[in-house]
């Protein structure tokens, strides 16, 4: 166990677990599933995955806080994939590479309230397989979900978020670096690594896939919306990639904007000059941080308020508002992508497609 060669198999069965425990909990029983024994036994494990809080594997989980502690380390997320979201409009769409959202395997998983939502948006269409970031296929909208989010429901607040929802008219175009939920539990620690100085193995994926839009997208610009944890991945990300490789420099304008952010506005802007400094140029612009009242991650984590603000010292404390986030109408839900204008009146937030 202790020879050079046991040492190095123990690290490569670390850095397989979370692999390996995604495989398992693929072949648990499937709550969403067609067989009626299946979805029975799949709303045990997912019981039994709500009260242990994500440490019960489960299918909805991907393996719980077991296949997430190699990812709190560092280890690249097996789970994290990029989807686009597109209309009939887009150049990108073919009935091969493409199938209606209502008909995806993710659009079970939603609640009944989310999918009569889908009711009133026009068609929209998912890649049916996971896309590589390319000149081709790389998206102007860009949009990396938070915490306890399924696929399904990513997509809905990636939607929300760029202002692709509830347009009548238009391409729609949008990538959606999901970030994988491993339960409360994991995904609480996952952000808390990415908040106070840590970077988790998904912060990296997010760095290194806004260096492949960037790059991609080049003189073209493209624009980042990220929501809750998914600002934290952006911060820790950006840092990342910043001492490891660098980002692609080109003539492009691209903005992020943060979204019911844990991160604070001026660490979030603080980030971004540091990727310019090193880039050399302006190329990345922060347009700002937007918080609901009374959202308990904006305001007490992150200290944001309203629009770009900083949140009063009453905000922070009020711990009431952490109830909020359980429940349906919470505060911390259903941002929606407005032309928002930050308070200096630079950095206006862009919304929909380019």
């Avoid at 009935?95 to 209502?102: L, V």
């Avoid at 691209?254 to 050399?280: C, Q, W």
């Avoid at 609901?292 to 770009?308: H, I, P, R, Y």
């Amino acid at each position: 166990m202790f020879s050079k060669e046991g040492r190095r198999e123990i690290a490569k069965e670390y850095k397989d677990l979370n692999k390996n425990m995604n495989i398992i909990a693929s072949t648990l029983p499937d709550k969403n599933g067609d067989n009626v024994i299946e979805k029975v036994f799949g709303h045990i494990f997912e019981g039994l995955n709500y009260i242990s809080l994500g440490i019960m594997p489960s299918k909805e989980n991907k393996g719980g806080i077991l296949a997430n502690i190699p990812v709190l380390t560092g280890v690249f997320d097996n789970s994290n994939r990029q989807y686009l979201v597109v209309n009939k409009e887009s150049d990108k769409y073919s009935e091969k590479d493409f199938e209606k959202i209502q008909d995806s395997k993710f659009f079970k998983s939603l609640s009944d309230a989310d999918k009569e939502k889908f009711k009133d948006q026009q068609d929209l269409y998912i890649s049916k397989n996971p896309y590589k970031i390319t000149k081709e296929t790389a998206t102007f909208q860009n949009f990396t979900n938070g915490m306890m989010n399924n696929e399904a429901e990513a997509i809905k607040n990636g939607l929300q978020q760029t202002g692709f929802w509830n347009a009548k008219s238009g391409k729609v175009e949008l990538t959606v670096n999901y970030n994988p939920s491993y339960g409360f539990l994991g995904d609480l620690l996952e952000s808390a690594v990415d908040k106070f100085g840590g970077t988790t193995g998904i912060a990296k994926q997010t760095g290194n896939f806004y260096n492949d839009v960037v790059g991609a997208r080049g003189d073209a610009g493209s624009n980042f919306a990220n929501h809750s944890q998914g600002n934290a991945l952006a911060k820790s990300g950006i840092k990342w990639k910043v001492r490891n490789g660098g980002f692609y420099t080109n003539n492009g304008k691209h903005t992020i904007v943060s979204f019911g952010s844990p991160i604070s506005r001026e660490e979030m802007s603080k980030t971004i000059d540091l990727a310019n400094s090193k880039t050399g140029n302006e190329q990345f612009v922060f347009s700002g941080s937007y918080t609901k009242k009374g959202d308990f991650v904006g305001e007490a984590l992150g200290g944001n308020s309203e629009n770009n603000k900083d949140a009063s010292l009453t905000d922070r404390l009020n711990i009431l508002n952490a109830i909020k986030l359980f429940t349906d109408d919470s505060p911390h839900s259903e941002y929606i992508c407005e032309s928002y204008v930050k308070t200096d009146n630079e950095g206006e937030v862009i919304c929909g497609y380019r």
